[in-house]
């Protein structure tokens, strides 16, 4: 899987560094994101022909999804990183979850890449879900490169897709290539910047690498026609208002580069994999907690970004996943464990993509390490060796809106229970509160998507065997209580007051309205959002 990215000794971490594109696909479900990753993964040859990686139900092959729910559904909620080698570069895709609902593990992934790829459907443009991931982009200030996928069939106008980047997130589009011929009668793409023609042709089903044919501008217009001169017009346009290329706001993540193709008949593909090594972003130094950036060079330093269990149904393991920041990674080396100063051995570190997993022997800055057995690995957590120590900010975890409360219907299995809801809590699954209220026996869990009771409810049952009852809550809104000794004014009868992991005192509302209530009733009452690491 890795095909070869990782072979021989990396001298020099900061180097290997500029070869790395470490980014993710953000898109709405069904916009194509497994097509897309499979067609990468193709081009990339790390597969002979495309349906390797293909998370969906019933179709054949290695899945990013592992939780049996995950492949009955079809759906993908876990992630890891899919890592091939592409001309001179090693690319790292992260897999980020695809349903609808949001979960907080879609934030994390984000938090551990360099750029994004907006996949949109031609058809649809801006959907709900890419819309949210793109805040998260914004929030980080990830740079975004857009592909319209689906151009083989027919959609919506190119112009007016342009139109909608810029009107609903404002991102100035700076289209690369522009599609020939309307969507559904794709010929191929006008390349911007050469001004050639570059024709698709079709294979059966886009299994395989679809044959481009390159074309001088006389040349495509004798062949193409009508088609041809519409888009050299509108590629005109273009130009005139502002719409060609401009690498200083791509990387302030002010603009965007857009690409048309076809995920699944592999038009465009290519071209998305030669800009992504033009002009993503590499790794950079990363701030420390101090706001002090860590030299790629300095020696080895990662954060975990992911914590996962029962990946491999026949193994009960425990795996982090870990960006590496500064340093070469050699399996079996030791590191810190900056929350506890404690060491940790690397013994079984590997890559993993789906159920498919390969030992790593070595990483550089940008990559992905799966840490294997990692059970004192918490998600935001550093890892480095030698000196000067350093320790990188959490990730923050982001205000939830679905709070159920939970607890077992079999008494019998009170142990197991309260060591899954632990478990869960440990690897961010969802947020667990307590308050002496409610006892150990019942904990409200909190979420940013429901899908994550769904998750929890499953792994409680299956991987706990401590079957579950599970009641939502009326609340929505949720604040810090700043002031400890406020938990009597805070906790209503439409309010509650409960405990965060960290401690922190929390307090959920049933809505705004009941928020602003209370505090009209308590002036004095001090609440603040909910920021910062778990
Ligand atoms: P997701 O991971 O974002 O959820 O999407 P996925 O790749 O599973 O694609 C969703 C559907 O869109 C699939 O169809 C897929 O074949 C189709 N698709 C993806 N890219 C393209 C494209 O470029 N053109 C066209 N026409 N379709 C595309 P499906 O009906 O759900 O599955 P299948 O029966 O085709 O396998």
């Keep these: 899987m890795s095909a070869g990215a990782t072979a021989g000794r990396a001298a020099d971490p900061a180097q290997e560094a500029r070869r790395r594109r470490t980014f993710a696909v953000i898109s709405h479900p069904d916009a194509g994101k497994s097509t897309l990753t499979e067609a990468l993964a193709l081009h990339a040859k790390v597969i002979s022909e495309a349906g390797a990686v293909h998370g969906k139900a019933g179709r054949r092959g290695v899945v990013s999804d592992w939780l049996e729910m995950e492949r009955t559904r079809g759906i ?27 979960s907080e593990d879609t934030y994390r992934v984000l938090s551990a890449v360099d750029s994004a790829v907006m996949l949109l459907d031609a058809a649809k443009g801006l959907e709900p879900q890419t819309l949210k991931l793109f805040d998260v982009c914004r929030h980080r200030g990830i740079p975004v490169i857009t592909f319209i996928n689906k151009w083989d069939r027919p959609g919506r106008d190119a112009l007016e897709l342009c139109d909608e980047v810029q009107e609903r997130i404002g991102l100035r589009p700076m289209p690369l290539t522009w599609p020939v011929g309307e969507s559904g009668r794709f010929r191929g793409v006008l390349e911007r910047s050469s001004g050639e023609f570059v024709g698709y042709e079709r294979t059966s089903g886009g299994a395989a690498i679809a044959s481009e044919q390159r074309l001088s501008p006389g040349e495509a217009r004798a062949e193409v026609g009508a088609d041809w001169d519409r888009a050299v017009e509108e590629s005109d346009l273009l130009s005139a208002s502002g719409g060609d290329f401009d690498a200083e706001a791509f990387h302030a993540a002010t603009a965007t580069p857009v690409l048309f193709g076809s995920a699944v008949r592999n038009f465009g593909i290519g071209q998305l994999l030669q800009q992504l090594v033009a002009l993503a972003p590499r790794p950079e130094p990363r701030p420390d907690v101090r706001g002090r950036p860590r030299e790629l060079d300095a020696p080895f330093s990662a954060f975990v970004f992911k914590v996962q269990t029962g990946m491999d149904p026949s193994h009960r393991d425990r795996v982090a996943f870990a960006r590496v920041c500064s340093g070469a990674f050699e399996r079996g080396m030791v590191v810190t464990h900056a929350a506890t100063g404690k060491p940790f051995s690397t013994k079984y570190a590997q890559h993993v993509f789906g159920q498919q997993r390969d030992t790593l022997d070595l990483a550089n800055p940008g990559d992905v390490v799966g840490l294997v057995n990692a059970t004192a690995l918490r998600v935001g957590d550093t890892l480095y060796t030698g000196k000067p120590a350093v320790e990188y900010p959490g990730i923050p975890s982001f205000a939830p809106e679905h709070f159920a409360v939970v607890s077992t219907t079999d008494p019998g299995r009170s142990k197991q229970f309260r060591r899954g809801i632990e478990q869960l809590s440990q690897e961010g699954v969802v947020q667990v509160l307590r308050s002496d209220k409610r006892g150990d026996a019942s904990p409200v869990l909190a979420a940013v998507g429901p899908m994550q009771f769904e998750v929890a409810m499953h792994r409680m049952e299956n991987e706990f065997r401590a079957p579950v009852r599970m009641e939502q809550l009326p609340y929505s809104v949720v604040r810090v209580l700043e ?52």
């Design 76 to 102: 993908s909620i876990t992630s890891a990183a899919l890592q091939f080698a592409y001309e001179d570069c090693v690319i790292n895709l992260l897999d980020t979850p695809g349903h609808a609902d949001f």
């Design 483 to 534: 002031d400890d000794q406020q938990r009597a004014l805070a906790d209503g009868r439409r309010s509650e007051v409960l405990d965060r992991a960290d401690g922190t005192p929390l307090v959920l509302f049933a809505s705004e309205h009941e928020m602003r209530t209370t505090q009209r009733l308590h002036p004095e009452l001090k609440l603040s959002p909910v920021v910062g690491a778990q």
